[in-house]
């Protein structure tokens, strides 16, 4: 193996023992050899740390790199990002893994097609086993490799009645390093949720050529409660602002199925904005602020009342349950 690696994979673990090892048999079972493998732990409190050494010990291309404060997915993936010696990144969940010949695949095709970015298509994995692994984009929409642009993203990322699994901010693409900086487009550290979704609006924003295979190598484990699921009036207010700036960007203007999409995107982060921040207001007691919140305009009220009609449904199923524990919405 040359001394620099073609890629750099990415792991960010927080209490992942359960499942880092079979991460990290995944990636030193890739066809592709010359691989650096960056664990970034972010200050977990199991043997997470002890399961990583003790496969570093035996694979010189396991690097550990340990944070002392939780900071959440996106400082661990900026840091592993920043400290990548391979021209390439590969973005890999704790819990997620790939096929064996998943970026030998993506590298022959990133190079072939001068791309800044590939992903391919995603395996969901039900943790609980009650659904059978999919492949999250049929056949219907990716059937070929094609460029992903960005009114598509950002479409794909609202689900529909007849495609409720596709989402594809889930789709974890290998990142051209250069493209990352000389754009310096880095992770928003203030997000645990949708941290991916913004990363990638950013890259697309700047041009980057994505494209989009049809092959499903990477396996990616739904689990209740994860981080995808557990949405802040915070995280959500960002992701707003975000959109309304590009809705206002010269870049966005005269393209018609760009602002559609992202106008479409926006009204579903917005209903979830404000139904989050108007309970949070509630179960906290302050009457004030939720009534600030639904009398602040009658879109406000609106989507208030819309998604608590919506979600009354789940509130029941988890009353029969066992209990009602205020689980987040989720949103794509």
């Known amino acids: 193996m040359s001394d620099k690696p073609a890629v750099s994979v990415v792991i960010p673990a927080y209490n992942a023992a359960a499942t880092i090892g079979a991460a990290l048999a995944s990636v030193q079972g890739q066809t592709e050899r010359r691989l650096e493998i960056l664990v970034v732990d972010d200050a977990s409190t199991d043997s997470t740390v002890a399961t990583v050494l003790d496969q570093a010990a035996r694979d010189p291309r396991i690097r550990l790199i340990r944070l002392a404060i939780n900071g959440g997915p996106a400082v661990a ?21 790939y096929t064996p010949d998943r970026l030998a695949t993506l590298l022959r095709f990133a190079e072939t097609q001068g ?9 969901l994995h039900d943790a609980a086993g009650l659904v059978p692994d999919a492949s999250m984009i049929p056949r219907t929409i990716l059937s070929q490799a094609g460029r992903l642009e960005m009114a598509e993203f950002i479409d794909r990322n609202v689900g529909t009645p007849d495609l409720p699994r596709v989402s594809y901010g889930f789709l974890k693409p290998i990142i051209r390093a250069a493209f990352l900086s000389d754009h310096d487009i880095t992770y928003d550290e203030r997000n645990r949720f949708a941290e991916d979704y913004m990363l990638y609006v950013a890259c697309l924003l700047c041009g980057a050529a994505w494209w989009l295979v049809p092959e499903a190598m990477y396996l990616y484990t739904v ?7 557990v949405q802040s009036s915070e995280d959500l207010m960002r992701i707003r602002q975000m959109e309304a700036d590009l809705l206002n960007n010269p870049l966005v203007a005269g393209k018609p199925d760009l602002i559609r999409a992202l106008r479409r995107h926006k009204s579903v982060i917005d209903r979830c904005y404000y139904y989050r921040a108007f309970t949070d207001a509630v179960k906290a007691r302050t009457p004030a602020a939720a009534a600030r919140l639904f009398f602040e305009s009658p879109l406000s009220a609106r989507l208030i009342v819309s998604e608590s009609l919506r979600q009354i449904p789940l509130i029941l199923v988890k009353v029969v349950r066992g209990g009602y524990r205020g689980d ?4 794509r």
């Open 77 to 97: 993936r900026n840091r592993g990002i920043a400290e990548a010696c391979g021209p390439w990144i590969a973005l890999l969940d704790a819990d997620d893994r």
């Open 223 to 229: 689990r209740k409660g994860s981080l995808t699921e």
């Open 328 to 331: 987040k919405p989720v949103v």
């Open 115 to 123: 791309a800044d970015m590939v992903a391919d298509n995603v395996v």
